[in-house]
Protein backbone atom coordinates (compact mmCIF):
# COMPACT_ATOMS: atom_id res chain seq x y z
CA UNK A 1 0.00 0.00 0.00
CA UNK A 2 1.74 3.28 -1.00
CA UNK A 3 0.34 5.47 1.74
CA UNK A 4 -1.42 3.59 5.12
CA UNK A 5 -2.51 6.74 6.56
CA UNK A 6 -6.60 8.24 6.32
CA UNK A 7 -7.96 11.53 6.37
CA UNK A 8 -11.82 12.64 7.33
CA UNK A 9 -14.10 13.86 5.55
CA UNK A 10 -13.48 17.61 7.36
CA UNK A 11 -10.24 17.34 6.97
CA UNK A 12 -10.54 16.47 2.90
CA UNK A 13 -13.00 19.60 3.05
CA UNK A 14 -10.40 22.20 4.45
CA UNK A 15 -7.70 20.93 2.10
CA UNK A 16 -10.30 21.42 -0.46
CA UNK A 17 -10.78 25.02 0.16
CA UNK A 18 -7.12 26.10 0.48
CA UNK A 19 -6.21 24.17 -2.36
CA UNK A 20 -8.95 26.49 -4.19
CA UNK A 21 -7.88 29.59 -2.49
CA UNK A 22 -4.30 28.89 -2.67
CA UNK A 23 -1.75 30.83 -5.59
CA UNK A 24 -5.55 32.16 -6.71
CA UNK A 25 -5.59 34.32 -3.70
CA UNK A 26 -2.44 36.93 -4.99
CA UNK A 27 -3.46 36.52 -8.80
CA UNK A 28 -6.73 35.74 -9.37
CA UNK A 29 -8.30 39.64 -8.88
CA UNK A 30 -5.75 41.29 -11.28
CA UNK A 31 -5.88 38.99 -14.23
CA UNK A 32 -10.13 38.40 -13.90
CA UNK A 33 -10.14 42.40 -13.59
CA UNK A 34 -7.87 43.22 -16.35
CA UNK A 35 -10.59 41.11 -18.37
CA UNK A 36 -13.89 42.17 -17.18
CA UNK A 37 -12.95 45.27 -15.32
CA UNK A 38 -15.81 46.32 -12.74
CA UNK A 39 -17.56 42.86 -13.43
CA UNK A 40 -14.59 41.23 -12.25
CA UNK A 41 -16.63 39.70 -8.87
CA UNK A 42 -19.55 38.63 -11.59
CA UNK A 43 -16.90 36.55 -13.36
CA UNK A 44 -15.80 34.85 -10.59
CA UNK A 45 -19.08 34.26 -9.31
CA UNK A 46 -20.26 32.69 -12.62
CA UNK A 47 -16.91 30.55 -12.71
CA UNK A 48 -17.75 29.35 -9.10
CA UNK A 49 -20.83 27.95 -10.51
CA UNK A 50 -20.11 26.60 -13.24
CA UNK A 51 -17.00 24.76 -11.35
CA UNK A 52 -20.02 22.70 -8.93
CA UNK A 53 -20.61 21.13 -12.70
CA UNK A 54 -16.77 20.76 -13.40
CA UNK A 55 -15.81 19.06 -9.79
CA UNK A 56 -19.32 17.03 -10.43
CA UNK A 57 -17.83 15.08 -13.12
CA UNK A 58 -14.97 14.09 -11.21
CA UNK A 59 -16.53 13.16 -8.04
CA UNK A 60 -18.68 11.23 -9.98
CA UNK A 61 -16.33 9.66 -11.66
CA UNK A 62 -14.04 8.37 -8.38
CA UNK A 63 -17.58 7.24 -7.30
CA UNK A 64 -17.62 4.72 -10.05
CA UNK A 65 -14.14 3.11 -8.38
CA UNK A 66 -14.57 4.50 -4.82
CA UNK A 67 -11.03 2.37 -3.43
CA UNK A 68 -8.89 3.52 -6.91
CA UNK A 69 -6.78 6.53 -7.41
CA UNK A 70 -7.21 8.44 -10.84
CA UNK A 71 -4.27 6.24 -12.09
CA UNK A 72 -6.21 3.33 -11.33
CA UNK A 73 -9.29 4.23 -12.78
CA UNK A 74 -7.86 5.20 -16.26
CA UNK A 75 -6.10 1.21 -16.11
CA UNK A 76 -9.44 -0.26 -15.31
CA UNK A 77 -10.76 1.58 -18.03
CA UNK A 78 -8.18 2.29 -20.98
CA UNK A 79 -6.36 -1.30 -20.14
CA UNK A 80 -2.54 -1.06 -18.27
CA UNK A 81 -0.40 0.37 -20.93
CA UNK A 82 -2.74 3.08 -21.94
CA UNK A 83 -3.87 3.82 -18.41
CA UNK A 84 -0.43 3.87 -17.52
CA UNK A 85 0.66 6.51 -20.32
CA UNK A 86 -2.40 8.43 -19.00
CA UNK A 87 -1.11 8.34 -15.48
CA UNK A 88 2.57 9.79 -16.68
CA UNK A 89 0.79 12.99 -18.52
CA UNK A 90 -1.23 13.43 -14.67
CA UNK A 91 2.07 13.31 -13.26
CA UNK A 92 3.96 15.53 -15.50
CA UNK A 93 0.98 17.35 -15.11
CA UNK A 94 0.62 17.73 -11.45
CA UNK A 95 4.56 18.02 -10.76
CA UNK A 96 3.91 21.13 -13.19
CA UNK A 97 1.46 22.65 -11.28
CA UNK A 98 3.76 22.52 -7.76
CA UNK A 99 6.56 24.10 -9.67
CA UNK A 100 4.03 26.92 -10.92
CA UNK A 101 2.48 27.80 -7.32
CA UNK A 102 6.14 27.28 -6.04
CA UNK A 103 7.09 30.09 -8.42
CA UNK A 104 4.63 31.92 -7.75
CA UNK A 105 5.44 31.75 -4.34
CA UNK A 106 9.02 32.81 -4.70
CA UNK A 107 7.92 35.99 -7.45
CA UNK A 108 5.59 37.02 -4.72
CA UNK A 109 8.31 36.96 -1.66
CA UNK A 110 11.30 38.31 -4.20
CA UNK A 111 8.93 41.01 -5.56
CA UNK A 112 6.46 42.41 -2.50
CA UNK A 113 8.54 41.35 0.75
CA UNK A 114 12.62 40.99 -0.05
CA UNK A 115 13.03 42.36 -4.00
CA UNK A 116 17.06 41.74 -3.18
CA UNK A 117 17.24 38.27 -2.46
CA UNK A 118 17.50 35.41 -5.02
CA UNK A 119 14.98 33.70 -5.97
CA UNK A 120 16.66 30.63 -6.29
CA UNK A 121 17.29 31.07 -1.94
CA UNK A 122 13.22 30.57 -1.19
CA UNK A 123 12.81 27.76 -4.18
CA UNK A 124 15.43 25.95 -1.85
CA UNK A 125 13.42 26.68 1.06
CA UNK A 126 10.18 25.56 -0.22
CA UNK A 127 11.61 23.01 -1.45
CA UNK A 128 13.03 21.71 1.66
CA UNK A 129 9.91 22.13 3.95
CA UNK A 130 7.90 20.45 0.70
CA UNK A 131 10.02 17.34 1.17
CA UNK A 132 9.58 17.42 5.07
CA UNK A 133 5.74 17.55 4.76
CA UNK A 134 5.29 14.90 1.82
CA UNK A 135 7.22 12.69 4.20
CA UNK A 136 4.51 12.59 6.64
CA UNK A 137 1.85 11.31 4.26
CA UNK A 138 -1.34 12.36 3.76
CA UNK A 139 -2.29 12.02 7.62
CA UNK A 140 0.24 14.54 8.59
CA UNK A 141 -0.46 17.25 5.45
CA UNK A 142 -4.72 16.71 6.73
CA UNK A 143 -3.47 17.64 10.50
CA UNK A 144 -0.98 20.29 9.74
CA UNK A 145 -3.67 22.41 7.07
CA UNK A 146 -6.31 21.74 9.79
CA UNK A 147 -4.18 23.12 12.61
CA UNK A 148 -3.50 26.29 9.91
CA UNK A 149 -6.50 26.68 8.38
CA UNK A 150 -7.85 29.28 10.77
CA UNK A 151 -4.79 31.40 10.54
CA UNK A 152 -4.42 31.17 6.65
CA UNK A 153 -8.51 31.59 6.03
CA UNK A 154 -8.37 34.54 8.44
CA UNK A 155 -5.56 36.36 6.67
CA UNK A 156 -7.71 37.31 3.76
CA UNK A 157 -11.05 37.54 6.09
CA UNK A 158 -9.56 39.81 8.77
CA UNK A 159 -7.92 42.24 5.59
CA UNK A 160 -11.32 42.35 3.85
CA UNK A 161 -13.30 43.03 7.74
CA UNK A 162 -10.90 46.03 8.15
CA UNK A 163 -11.15 47.15 4.88
CA UNK A 164 -14.66 47.94 4.98
CA UNK A 165 -14.51 51.53 6.01
CA UNK A 166 -12.21 51.80 2.79
CA UNK A 167 -14.83 50.35 0.18
CA UNK A 168 -16.56 52.37 -2.26
CA UNK A 169 -19.21 50.31 -3.80
CA UNK A 170 -19.48 53.11 -6.54
CA UNK A 171 -15.96 51.45 -7.92
CA UNK A 172 -18.45 48.26 -9.14
CA UNK A 173 -20.74 50.61 -11.21
CA UNK A 174 -21.74 50.37 -14.29
CA UNK A 175 -22.85 46.57 -14.57
CA UNK A 176 -22.44 45.48 -18.02
CA UNK A 177 -21.27 48.27 -18.90
CA UNK A 178 -19.42 46.77 -22.08
CA UNK A 179 -21.97 44.00 -21.76
CA UNK A 180 -21.93 40.30 -21.33
CA UNK A 181 -18.48 39.26 -23.09
CA UNK A 182 -15.96 40.66 -21.43
CA UNK A 183 -17.51 38.46 -18.52
CA UNK A 184 -17.04 35.74 -19.89
CA UNK A 185 -13.83 36.38 -20.84
CA UNK A 186 -12.82 36.87 -17.21
CA UNK A 187 -14.53 33.44 -16.47
CA UNK A 188 -12.76 31.25 -18.19
CA UNK A 189 -9.54 31.74 -16.96
CA UNK A 190 -10.88 30.49 -13.80
CA UNK A 191 -11.99 27.36 -14.65
CA UNK A 192 -8.61 26.55 -15.43
CA UNK A 193 -7.19 27.95 -12.78
CA UNK A 194 -7.72 27.55 -10.05
CA UNK A 195 -11.00 24.76 -10.38
CA UNK A 196 -9.71 22.36 -12.87
CA UNK A 197 -6.66 21.70 -10.70
CA UNK A 198 -8.56 20.19 -7.76
CA UNK A 199 -8.74 16.53 -10.61
CA UNK A 200 -5.16 16.23 -7.71
CA UNK A 201 -7.86 15.05 -5.19
CA UNK A 202 -8.91 11.75 -7.26
CA UNK A 203 -5.26 10.96 -6.02
CA UNK A 204 -6.54 11.39 -2.46
CA UNK A 205 -10.06 10.56 -1.92
CA UNK A 206 -9.13 6.64 -1.81
CA UNK A 207 -7.48 7.37 1.48
CA UNK A 208 -10.59 9.21 3.24
CA UNK A 209 -11.68 6.99 5.95
CA UNK A 210 -15.69 8.30 5.86
CA UNK A 211 -17.03 7.41 2.13
CA UNK A 212 -20.97 8.72 2.83
CA UNK A 213 -22.03 12.33 1.10
CA UNK A 214 -17.92 12.02 -0.02
CA UNK A 215 -19.58 14.14 -3.44
CA UNK A 216 -21.20 17.27 -1.47
CA UNK A 217 -18.08 17.18 0.66
CA UNK A 218 -16.29 17.26 -2.13
CA UNK A 219 -17.99 19.99 -4.16
CA UNK A 220 -19.10 22.20 -1.57
CA UNK A 221 -15.48 22.36 -0.34
CA UNK A 222 -14.27 24.03 -3.83
CA UNK A 223 -17.32 26.04 -3.73
CA UNK A 224 -16.69 27.51 -0.99
CA UNK A 225 -13.10 28.10 -1.66
CA UNK A 226 -14.32 29.61 -5.17
CA UNK A 227 -16.99 31.98 -3.26
CA UNK A 228 -13.97 33.01 -0.93
CA UNK A 229 -11.92 34.34 -3.92
CA UNK A 230 -15.31 35.55 -5.58
CA UNK A 231 -15.48 38.40 -2.06
CA UNK A 232 -11.47 39.11 -2.48
CA UNK A 233 -11.87 39.93 -5.97
CA UNK A 234 -15.35 41.99 -5.24
CA UNK A 235 -12.89 43.34 -1.96
CA UNK A 236 -9.97 44.42 -4.18
CA UNK A 237 -12.46 46.54 -6.73
CA UNK A 238 -13.93 48.03 -4.01
CA UNK A 239 -10.67 49.31 -1.84
CA UNK A 240 -8.04 49.60 -5.14
CA UNK A 241 -10.74 50.49 -8.06
CA UNK A 242 -9.91 48.62 -11.34
CA UNK A 243 -7.27 50.58 -12.94
CA UNK A 244 -4.67 49.75 -9.37
CA UNK A 245 -6.61 46.22 -9.56
CA UNK A 246 -5.39 45.14 -12.52
CA UNK A 247 -2.14 46.99 -13.03
CA UNK A 248 -1.21 45.88 -9.60
CA UNK A 249 0.92 42.25 -9.48
CA UNK A 250 -0.45 41.28 -5.87
CA UNK A 251 -3.68 43.14 -5.59
CA UNK A 252 -4.70 41.20 -2.34
CA UNK A 253 -1.62 42.21 -0.57
CA UNK A 254 -1.36 45.69 -1.98
CA UNK A 255 -4.90 45.65 -0.26
CA UNK A 256 -3.84 44.64 3.16
CA UNK A 257 -1.16 47.04 3.46
CA UNK A 258 -3.68 49.81 3.29
CA UNK A 259 -4.87 48.74 6.81
CA UNK A 260 -4.58 51.47 9.28
CA UNK A 261 -7.11 51.29 12.29
CA UNK A 262 -6.90 54.11 14.86
CA UNK A 263 -3.02 54.28 14.14
CA UNK A 264 -2.66 51.51 16.53
CA UNK A 265 -3.35 48.74 13.51
CA UNK A 266 -0.59 49.55 11.08
CA UNK A 267 1.99 47.84 8.74
CA UNK A 268 0.15 44.26 9.52
CA UNK A 269 1.10 43.25 6.14
CA UNK A 270 3.75 41.07 7.16
CA UNK A 271 0.92 38.93 9.38
CA UNK A 272 -1.02 38.54 6.08
CA UNK A 273 1.24 37.63 3.83
CA UNK A 274 2.47 34.79 5.99
CA UNK A 275 -1.12 33.60 5.75
CA UNK A 276 -1.36 33.95 2.18
CA UNK A 277 2.08 32.03 2.02
CA UNK A 278 0.90 29.04 3.91
CA UNK A 279 -2.23 28.65 1.81
CA UNK A 280 -0.12 28.97 -1.50
CA UNK A 281 2.10 26.12 0.15
CA UNK A 282 -0.77 23.68 1.15
CA UNK A 283 -1.57 24.04 -2.85
CA UNK A 284 1.99 23.73 -3.62
CA UNK A 285 2.26 20.22 -1.19
CA UNK A 286 -1.14 18.45 -2.13
CA UNK A 287 -0.08 19.10 -6.06
CA UNK A 288 3.34 17.57 -5.89
CA UNK A 289 2.24 14.70 -3.40
CA UNK A 290 -0.41 13.91 -6.20
CA UNK A 291 2.24 13.80 -8.97
CA UNK A 292 4.79 11.77 -6.84
CA UNK A 293 1.85 9.02 -5.75
CA UNK A 294 1.39 8.99 -9.99
CA UNK A 295 4.68 7.77 -10.42
CA UNK A 296 4.81 5.29 -7.70
CA UNK A 297 1.64 3.52 -8.75
CA UNK A 298 2.77 3.18 -12.28
CA UNK A 299 6.10 2.06 -11.66
CA UNK A 300 4.61 -0.53 -8.71
CA UNK A 301 6.86 1.15 -6.13
CA UNK A 302 5.79 -0.28 -2.36
CA UNK A 303 6.81 3.14 -0.95
CA UNK A 304 6.71 6.79 -2.27
CA UNK A 305 9.03 8.39 0.13
CA UNK A 306 12.67 7.26 -1.57
CA UNK A 307 11.44 9.12 -5.00
CA UNK A 308 10.91 12.23 -3.03
CA UNK A 309 14.05 14.28 -2.72
CA UNK A 310 15.35 13.44 -6.64
CA UNK A 311 11.38 14.53 -7.45
CA UNK A 312 11.19 17.88 -5.43
CA UNK A 313 15.23 18.80 -6.89
CA UNK A 314 13.15 18.59 -10.01
CA UNK A 315 10.46 20.57 -9.25
CA UNK A 316 12.36 23.11 -7.81
CA UNK A 317 14.37 23.48 -10.84
CA UNK A 318 11.10 24.00 -13.01
CA UNK A 319 10.05 27.04 -10.60
CA UNK A 320 12.81 28.69 -11.68
CA UNK A 321 13.36 28.07 -15.19
CA UNK A 322 9.93 27.96 -16.43
CA UNK A 323 9.48 31.45 -17.38
CA UNK A 324 12.07 34.47 -17.72
CA UNK A 325 10.14 36.69 -15.07
CA UNK A 326 7.16 37.86 -13.47
CA UNK A 327 4.97 38.77 -15.88
CA UNK A 328 5.68 35.72 -18.27
CA UNK A 329 4.23 33.49 -14.82
CA UNK A 330 1.12 35.85 -15.49
CA UNK A 331 1.19 35.59 -19.32
CA UNK A 332 0.91 31.73 -19.12
CA UNK A 333 -1.57 31.17 -16.02
CA UNK A 334 -4.42 33.39 -18.00
CA UNK A 335 -4.17 32.49 -21.63
CA UNK A 336 -1.83 28.49 -21.99
CA UNK A 337 -2.93 27.05 -18.67
CA UNK A 338 -6.38 27.39 -19.03
CA UNK A 339 -7.20 25.24 -22.20
CA UNK A 340 -3.87 22.47 -21.17
CA UNK A 341 -5.58 22.46 -17.02
CA UNK A 342 -9.29 21.77 -18.31
CA UNK A 343 -7.90 19.47 -20.73
CA UNK A 344 -6.75 17.17 -17.92
CA UNK A 345 -9.52 18.64 -15.09
CA UNK A 346 -12.25 18.22 -17.49
CA UNK A 347 -12.02 16.61 -21.12
CA UNK A 348 -10.17 13.39 -19.71
CA UNK A 349 -12.43 13.04 -16.62
CA UNK A 350 -15.65 13.58 -18.99
CA UNK A 351 -13.89 10.78 -21.57
CA UNK A 352 -13.30 8.40 -18.65
CA UNK A 353 -16.86 8.69 -17.13
CA UNK A 354 -18.23 8.47 -20.47
CA UNK A 355 -16.61 5.12 -20.84
CA UNK A 356 -17.44 3.83 -17.59
CA UNK A 357 -20.86 4.05 -18.01
CA UNK A 358 -20.88 2.75 -21.51
CA UNK A 359 -19.57 -0.65 -19.94
CA UNK A 360 -22.26 -0.80 -17.09
CA UNK A 361 -24.47 -0.50 -19.48
CA UNK A 362 -23.16 -3.29 -21.89
Do not use: C
Not at 129 to 158: D, K, P
Request: glycine share 8%; net charge positive; hydrophobic share 55%.
Amino acid sequence: MLENGVINRFQLWLLEVNFTIGSALLIIPSTIVAKSKQDGWISMFLGTLLAIGLTYIMVSLAEQFPNQTLVGITETLLGTMLGKGIGLLYAWFFLHLSALVMRNATDFVTTAIFPETPMILFSIMAGVLLYMVINQGIEGIGRSNEFFSLFTSGGFWITLFLLIPEMKFKNVYPIFAEGFKPVLRGTVPTLGFPFAETIAFLMILPFVNQRKRIKSVFISGVVVGGLSLFFVVLGTILVLNVRPTEMSLFATFNMARLIDVGRFLTRVEAVIALSYMLTIFIKMTISFYAGILVIAQVFHLSDYRPIAMPLVFIVVALSVILNKNIVETFEFATTTWTPYALMFGFVIPSILLAISYFKQKR
